[in-house]
Nanobody, 118 residues
Framework: QVQLVESGGGLVQAGGSLRLSCAAS?????????IGWYRQAPGKQRELVAD???????DYTDAVKGRFTISRDKAKNTVYLQMNSLKPEDTATYYC???????????WGKGNLVTVSS
């Protein structure tokens, strides 16, 4: 099992910044290959925002490129999402996801609300 605990969400004005953290724990964290941040806005489908492999390779959805940065601290088993130049359309619940070496086995955090006011 892998437990994912997100933190760092909240309310910010447009143009502001927030940093989300996803701390992984549990006896099988060594099985984790990719950690990603997803978001889901009211009435919309959950979408991948950014992810990072354990080798450090990162990828972003077009909507956040140049504004968001994902990073990984292996020693702390924590992944960060630095969000700059936030827009109202970034408002959503952000979820941390961990994929593993076992096909189909993945874990989710409980979600963290980010609200960007205009």
């Amino acid at each position: 099992q892998v437990q994912l605990v997100e933190s760092g969400g909240g309310l910010v004005q447009a143009g502001g910044s927030l940093r989300l953290s996803c701390a992984a724990s549990g006896g099988t964290t060594f099985c984790v290959t990719i950690i990603g941040w997803y978001r889901q806005a009211p009435g919309k489908q959950r979408e991948l925002v950014a992810d990072i492999s354990r080798e450090g390779k990162s990828d972003y959805t077009d909507a956040v490129k140049g504004r968001f940065t994902i990073s990984r601290d292996k020693a702390k088993n924590t992944v960060y999402l630095q969000m700059n130049s936030l827009k109202p359309e970034d408002t959503a619940t952000y979820y941390c996801n961990a994929e593993t070496i076992f096909y189909g086995l993945e874990f989710w955090g409980k979600g963290n609300l980010v609200t960007v006011s205009s």
